[in-house]
Nanobody, 127 residues
Framework: QLMESGGGSVQDGGSLKIACAVSGNLYSHYCMAWFRQIPGHEREGVAT???????SYADSVKGRFTISGDKAKNTLYLAMNDLQPADTAIYYCAARGLGTYCTDEYATVVPDDYNFWGQGTQVTVSA
């Protein structure tokens, strides 16, 4: 129900925009988030978006990454600018179903709160 695309390799300082195709009403009725994971490390929350449109970001990406969505296309995006080698990871989109409208306080960065996951897309930033 979630499928990421758009990953790739860029140079330090470059930009990428990754996308997550979301099936059905998943996008409208769920909290959505982007996580990333480096092999051997825990999954890290990068950005979240609630049904209200409210967003939150990890301190490490504030001012560089933007989460957004296109409800007409049922697609979630993560625009990444000024990429750094430390941003190299597999990026996953995730959805949290509450059975109701997602308000800001439920758009967490706790991986266990999310019950739908994409397969991930690799982002590699070289120095």
């Amino acid at each position: 129900q979630l499928m990421e695309s758009g990953g790739g390799s860029v140079q330090d300082g470059g930009s990428l925009k990754i996308a997550c195709a979301v099936s059905g009403n998943l996008y409208s009725h769920y909290c959505m988030a982007w996580f990333r994971q480096i092999p051997g490390h825990e999954r890290e929350g990068v950005a979240t978006i609630a049904s209200t449109g409210g967003t939150s970001y990890a301190d490490s990406v504030k001012g560089r990454f933007t989460i957004s969505g296109d409800k007409a296309k049922n697609t979630l995006y993560l625009a990444m600018n000024d990429l750094q080698p430390a941003d190299t990871a597999i990026y996953y989109c995730a959805a949290r179903g509450l059975g109701t409208y997602c308000t800001d306080e439920y758009a967490t960065v706790v991986p266990d709160d999310y019950n739908f996951w994409g397969q991930g897309t690799q982002v590699t930033v070289s120095a």
